[in-house]
Each structure stands twice: as C-alpha cells, then as structure tokens.
C-alpha cells in the first residue's frame, strides 16, 4: 500500500484489514476483490457499508453469491498481499480519489474502485443491487456532501 500516491482514512484501512482477514478466512495469503468488497463492510458507518447495506447486500450474501456465482480460481501470484484483482481495486480507487480532487483514499473510493472493474465477476454480481458505477458513484457524491 506504500505504492499509493495518496494516505487512506482509518476506514479505509480498517476496511483493508477486514479483507485480509477475510483472505485468511477463505485459506489465502492474497487479498482479492472478493475480499476487499467483503471487508468495505467494516467499518459498518463508512460511506461505502451504507452504499452496500442500501442496496440490500451484507457480507454473508456477498460470500454467498460468489460461491454461486463463478468458479473462482484463487489467485496465486500479486504483489505484497494483493492478488492482481486487489491491486487493480487499488489503483482504480487512488484515480478515483484524484478524479473527486481528495487526497486521501476512503471507503467510497475503493468501492468504486471496484466496480469500475469492467467484466470483474464480482463487480458484475453486485451491480444489479447497486445499480451502475455512475449511479453508485452519484449516491456516494450525495452522501458525501449531507457529511
């Protein structure tokens, strides 16, 4: 995460934390995009939990619907703790940071991050219940302004 351009929110990191748990937990050393959705559940009053709970998603569906939903191969090859798909979820998400004129990397960032990911299967399974990129990034921008 030193590679960043740009420091992260505590619950960003708190959130970063959560997936490498959440990677531990399914048996790896590699934190995939999976798992960064996973963990952008904690902590649960991050802008990116409320996006995710309002589109009537919670960890143990999100689990659920990528058992179901693809034959995932773990990733065995990244970089530190990042497979490719989670460093890709973090550089997407500092170019978003910049895009928004912070400079910082919070929760709503790695979101977006992950779901401007075009043909990620996980990006593609939490779609339908939050709506495009442009709409979720739309619904961050307002809940960041009412902040």
């Known amino acids: 995460?030193?590679?960043?351009?740009?420091?992260?929110?505590?619950?960003?990191?708190?959130?970063?934390q959560a997936a490498l748990v959440e990677a531990t937990q399914r048996g790896s050393t590699?934190?995939?995009?999976?798992?960064l959705l996973v963990?952008?559940?904690?902590p649960?009053?991050?802008?990116?939990?409320?996006?995710?709970?309002?589109?009537?998603l919670s960890p143990g569906l999100v689990r659920a619907m990528v058992a179901?939903?693809?034959?995932?191969?773990?990733?065995?090859?990244?970089?530190?703790?990042?497979?490719?798909?989670?460093?890709?979820?973090?550089r997407g998400s500092e170019h978003e940071a910049r895009r928004s004129s912070h400079n910082y990397i919070g929760t709503e960032h790695l979101l977006l991050g992950l779901?401007?990911?075009?043909?990620?299967?996980?990006?593609?399974?939490?779609?339908?219940h939050l709506g495009s990129y442009a709409d979720t990034?739309?619904?961050i921008l307002r809940l960041?302004?009412?902040?």
């Open 144 to 147: 960041l302004k009412r902040a």
């Open 137 to 139: 990034r739309k619904q």
């Open 44 to 56: 649960m009053d991050s802008v990116a939990a409320r996006v995710l709970v309002g589109g009537g």
């Open 68 to 90: 179901d939903g693809s034959k995932r191969h773990p990733e065995q090859s990244g970089e530190g703790s990042f497979a490719p798909s989670g460093l890709d979820v973090l």
């Open 1 to 16: 995460m030193s590679r960043l351009g740009l420091a992260l929110t505590g619950r960003a990191r708190g959130a970063l």
């Open 30 to 35: 590699l934190i995939e995009s999976v798992d």
């Open 115 to 128: 779901l401007r990911r075009e043909g990620d299967p996980v990006a593609l399974l939490v779609t339908p």
């Open 39 to 42: 963990g952008l559940f904690q």
